[in-house]
Every structure is written in structure tokens, then in C-alpha cells.
T-cell receptor
Framework: DAGVIQSPRHEVTEMGQEVTLRCKPI?????LFWYRQTMMRGLELLIY????????DSGMPEDRFSAKMPNASFSTLKIQPSEPRDSAVYFC???????????FGDGTRLSIL | QKEVEQDPGPLSVPEGAIVSLNCTYS??????FMWYRQYSRKGPELLMY????GNKEDGRFTAQVDKSSKYISLFIRDSQPSDSATYLC???????????FGAGTRLFVKA
């Protein structure tokens, strides 16, 4: 049974470039979450979707960050323009219903030079 | 003050030891409590999931929630080198989805 799939696993790019992270949630899960993990701040929720609709984006740090979910099996998190302080591991997670805990992908390790 | 406090460690124990991991929290609205295990370069993996107060046991793992003290614990019995990982506590209220994670405790179990 496939889990949450994220791509790419690693991304290294220069400051100012556009970065796109991708996520495929577990089939049948109606909720999708994007998190960012750093040593300083731990795991932070950026945004979550229910049935492809963004519900809470209060954790998105700046307008440079945007997220979309065009269908039930795909979501993207975009950073444009990227900055060195965006370097972190970005996780996608999904869950079946409100009372159930979230299942995480293995993350994208992003380095902005 | 953070909503969830967790000692980052590292915690180093010999194989076979009983491990105690803990978190404190400040929001009395939290009702769901979780423990995740995260291996290096992997995503968090759910270990234990409990609602409200009490104990829950699953194999070598026991989760305890004391809502009166706003304190949760994870015990690992007969610890193994394969238990070496970062353990994150997490919790949320009954409304909404926002799950708050602790900073994680790094655990090393020495063979």
C-alpha cells in the first residue's frame, strides 16, 4: 500500500529561483497538509486542504509561498523567489478524516544557496 | 512560552533499558495526543494515538496522558538499537486540524 509520495527528495538551487515541491497523498485521504521542519522551529504547519480546497493557510510565512491542489491525488508547494532562509525539510502529510492522525511522506530537503 | 515543550536531548541509554520520554503543554483544550518516531532523513511515523487521559499500551510502547498536570509520556521497554530515532509528541484539540508538535527528543540506544 503506497504511502504519501513526495518529489524531489532533494533540491539545491540558487537564491531567487522558483522552487516547486510535489506531493501525492494516500488514495482516499481527503485532507492534505504541508509542513516545514527546521532545527530552530521544529515542525510547523504551513497549509492544509480538505477535498482539494485550502482551509487554513495561516502558517504560510510570506506571499512568496503558494500551494495548490488541482485534484485529489496531487498537490504542489511553490516558493518564488526562494531565499536562503527557506532552506528546510518540507513534509507533506494526509489523513482520511478529522479524527484520524496524519501520515507523512519522507520529505523534500531543500537547500537555497 | 511554547504550547508544547519537549526536551530535545540527546538521550543515550544502553540496550534493554526502559526509556521515558515526556512532553508538557499549556493548552487545556488539547484532547488528542500522539507520539511519532522519525528516523534520520525520513518522515515522522505514527507510534501511538490516544484520546483524553489514561494509558495505552502497544507492544513495548506505553503512552500516558495526565491532563490534570498537562503532561504526557512515552515509555519504551527493553529498548533496542533500532529504537534510535527522534521522538516527537503531538497534540490537538477537538475542533480543527491544527496539530502542534514538540521539538522532538533524539534517542540513542547503544548495543
Amino acid at each position: 500500500d503506497a504511502g504519501v509520495i513526495q518529489s524531489p527528495r532533494h533540491e539545491v538551487t540558487e537564491m531567487g529561483q522558483e522552487v516547486t515541491l510535489r506531493c501525492k497523498p494516500i488514495s482516499g485521504h481527503d485532507y492534505l497538509f504541508w509542513y516545514r521542519q527546521t532545527m530552530m522551529r521544529g515542525l510547523e504547519l504551513l497549509i492544509y486542504f480538505n477535498n482539494n480546497v485550502p482551509i487554513d493557510d495561516s502558517g504560510m510565512p510570506e506571499d512568496r509561498f503558494s500551494a495548490k491542489m488541482p485534484n485529489a491525488s496531487f498537490s504542489t508547494l511553490k516558493i518564488q523567489p526562494s531565499e536562503p532562509r527557506d532552506s528546510a525539510v518540507y513534509f507533506c502529510a494526509s489523513s482520511f478524516e478529522p479524527g484520524q492522525p496524519q501520515h507523512f511522506g519522507d520529505g523534500t530537503r531543500l537547500s537555497i544557496l | 512560552q511554547k504550547e508544547v515543550e519537549q526536551d530535545p536531548g540527546p538521550l543515550s541509554v544502553p540496550e534493554g533499558a526502559i526509556v521515558s520520554l515526556n512532553c508538557t503543554y499549556s493548552n487545556s483544550a488539547f484532547q488528542y495526543f500522539m507520539w511519532y518516531r522519525q528516523y534520520s532523513r525520513k518522515g515522522p511515523e505514527l507510534l501511538m494515538y490516544t484520546y483524553s487521559s489514561g494509558n495505552k499500551e502497544d507492544g513495548r510502547f506505553t503512552a500516558q496522558v495526565d491532563k490534570s498536570s498537562k503532561y504526557i509520556s512515552l515509555f519504551i521497554r527493553d529498548s533496542q538499537p533500532s529504537d534510535s530515532a527522534t521522538y516527537l509528541c503531538a497534540m490537538r484539540g477537538t475542533g480543527g486540524f491544527k496539530t502542534i508538535f514538540g521539538a522532538g527528543t533524539r534517542l540513542f540506544v547503544k548495543a
